[in-house]
């Protein structure tokens, strides 16, 4: 399916070049004179290679279409994560390099999308938002308003996160998975 490069996501899997690409990172960059074009971090599904590769921002790009299937986090054994489809209970194992945008915001019992292409599981979606504790985080600061300044803080997964100065340890947070923002309490 051409999409155009605008619309590039971290975790898209595209078609390069022949090979498939797993989407880490984009930036949207818009040059003082020029054309805007998409930086995008990819690494290569089969060889494991990281690459930075820019597209015009009215280039258009394959991305691969997917099968996806509703599956929940089980547990963690080293580096294989073990999930199960809750249809027919079949249960699959990626490797941690395949889940590295989605660490930071996985829990046991967790529902996520994971994505196949010809029976070969490719990606994990995440839910767009998700509810963690603030386990770790500064002291708020009399006189602070809670408007405009955030204190760095850790989730239960140990991911940092900035919070609002009132939060306190403890805290159920609602979080925007894709970017890692918080959003308000849960």
Request: proline share 6%; net charge negative; glycine share 6%.
């Amino acid at each position: 399916m051409q999409i155009n490069a605008t619309s590039i996501r971290p975790g898209n899997i595209l078609q390069v070049d022949g090979s498939l690409w797993r989407v880490m990172k984009t930036q949207h960059v818009t040059p003082g004179k020029g054309v805007a074009c998409m930086q995008v971090e990819m690494r290569n599904i089969e060889t494991g290679n990281k690459t930075n590769k820019r597209f015009n921002s009215t280039e258009r790009v394959e991305r691969v279409t997917l099968s996806q299937r509703e599956m929940q986090f089980l547990y963690a054994d080293g580096d294989q994560y073990h999930f199960m489809d809750m249809e027919t209970y079949d249960q699959v194992t990626l490797g941690r390099d395949m889940l590295e945008h989605a660490l930071p915001y996985l829990l046991p019992e967790m529902q996520v999308i994971i994505e196949f292409h010809e029976d070969r599981p490719l990606n994990v979606q995440l839910p767009q938002t998700v509810v963690l504790t603030v386990v770790e985080c500064d002291a708020a600061i009399k006189g602070q308003t809670a408007t405009g300044s955030y204190k760095p803080g850790k989730l239960e997964t140990g991911a940092p996160i900035m919070v609002p100065p009132y939060l306190e340890p403890g805290t159920r947070v609602k979080v925007n998975a894709e970017t890692g923002e918080y959003i308000e309490r849960a």
